[in-house]
């Protein structure tokens, strides 16, 4: 396979590219090769980062292995085409926004929250995307002027000789509620030390069942049968980004979680007002048996789930009671981290 590689200006649409097409598309962000942190955009620009010794051979080192797996590769605009010119079946382009469009891309940095030393020197970068503009030549490609990279490659002058498909294949994900979606074990620990005047914290509850971890003679597993205890929950921070993407995105997602016939309104209620888009009747499933279910992703906190689901991609989010190794089970932690494994997990389920 013929593999087009983008070496692109920052905020051309590189990430959302990928995104919308797994499979197609690879953004190789050099954050986390260049720095070691999660490739986010408010890392962008921190000046407490160190540099890692191994880059840019590493950045390299990953760009090459995926030539010939995927039709686009999008990498950092500076310091790369260069070192893979000895490359078969690689055809590069540089891409740069049009030269009047230096305040739309500002306001896309603050946008989509970069530190402010990420464009504070926009005047003197910007002589790369005047000079571009000027003597753009076989290898450039010049957006027009508000332009994304992905309304080029859609467009009549798209010259790459690779297309995006009109079509993605949409995978089916099963999202468990509690811990997953949403915050519901901090909720109880702070009940139960309020109770009881303890001083318990998450770290301590390193067996699946709760009650199993507090002092005899105590209980907090009866808080989640309490009316209205679940509407007090709140999303995990950055869950509803990831979920309302990949709604965008076109997939099917489903929430399956226990309930009990107490708890199943407050429920379904609690994640309808903190998940700001319409649920189907049937994509909120009440149930215990989890391992009944068949899909592509299954994420969930707990082991026996995970490691009997049906589905072909397995997600455990690490929790301090879930700890180990589990074959064949991926272990997220943290929702940049979970979204990094689902995309990937899209991607080996994508034929074009």
Same mark, same amino acid.
């Given at each position: 396979m013929k593999t087009v590689v983008?070496?692109?200006?920052?905020?051309?649409?590189?990430?959302?590219? +990928?995104? #919308?097409?797994? /499979? *197609?598309?690879?953004?190789?962000?050099?954050?986390?090769?260049?720095?070691?942190?999660?490739p986010s955009e408010s890392n962008k620009g921190r000046t407490d980062r160190v540099l890692n010794p191994d880059f840019p051979s590493n950045y390299l080192t990953a760009i090459r292995s995926a030539i010939g797996t995927v039709p686009f590769i999008c990498v950092a605009y500076f310091g790369v085409l260069q070192e893979l010119s000895d490359m078969k079946d690689v055809v590069s382009y540089v891409v740069v926004p049009h030269v009047d469009d230096k305040d739309l891309y500002v306001q896309r940095y603050k946008d989509r929250g970069n530190q402010p030393s990420f464009y504070a020197?926009?005047?003197?970068?910007?002589?790369?995307?005047?000079? +571009?503009? #000027?003597?753009? /030549? *076989?290898?450039?490609i010049v957006l027009p002027r508000g332009g994304t990279l992905e309304e080029y490659l859609l467009s009549d002058a798209n010259r790459t000789g690779a297309v995006l498909p009109k079509t993605m294949p949409k995978t089916t994900i099963f999202f468990d509620s509690d811990d997953v979606l949403m915050e519901s074990t901090e909720p109880a620990i702070a009940r139960y030390n309020e109770l009881y005047g303890g001083s318990l914290c998450l770290e301590d509850f390193k067996a699946w069942g709760m009650d199993s971890c507090v002092p005899e003679g105590t209980t907090i597993e009866h808080f989640y049968e309490e009316p209205g205890f679940y509407r007090g929950f709140q999303p995990i921070p950055g869950m509803v980004d990831l979920v309302t993407r990949l709604k965008d995105q076109g997939h099917k997602l489903y929430v399956a979680t226990s309930c009990t016939v107490n708890t199943i309104k407050d429920k379904v209620e609690s994640l309808e007002e903190h998940y700001p888009f319409k649920w189907d009747d049937n994509e909120i499933i009440p149930?215990?048996?989890?391992?009944?279910?068949?899909?592509d992703i299954f994420i969930d906190d707990k082991v026996t789930n995970v490691?009997?689901?049906?589905?072909?991609?397995?997600?455990?989010?690490?929790?301090?009671?879930?700890?180990?190794?589990?074959?064949?089970v991926l272990r997220a932690k943290g929702?940049?981290?979970?979204?990094?494994?689902?995309?990937?997990?899209?991607?080996?389920?994508?034929?074009?």
């Open positions: 983008f070496a692109a200006w920052a905020g051309v649409g590189k990430t959302k590219l +990928a995104e #919308k097409y797994p /499979g *197609v598309v690879i953004d190789f962000e050099s954050s986390k090769y260049k720095w070691g942190c999660e020197n926009v005047d003197e970068f910007w002589s790369h995307v005047e000079e +571009a503009n #000027k003597s753009a /030549g *076989v290898g450039t149930i215990s048996d989890k391992f009944v279910l068949s899909g490691v009997h689901s049906k589905c072909t991609h397995k997600i455990l989010v690490d929790r301090p009671w879930n700890q180990g190794e589990y074959p064949g929702v940049q981290e979970l979204g990094r494994i689902i995309q990937e997990c899209i991607a080996k389920g994508v034929s074009v």
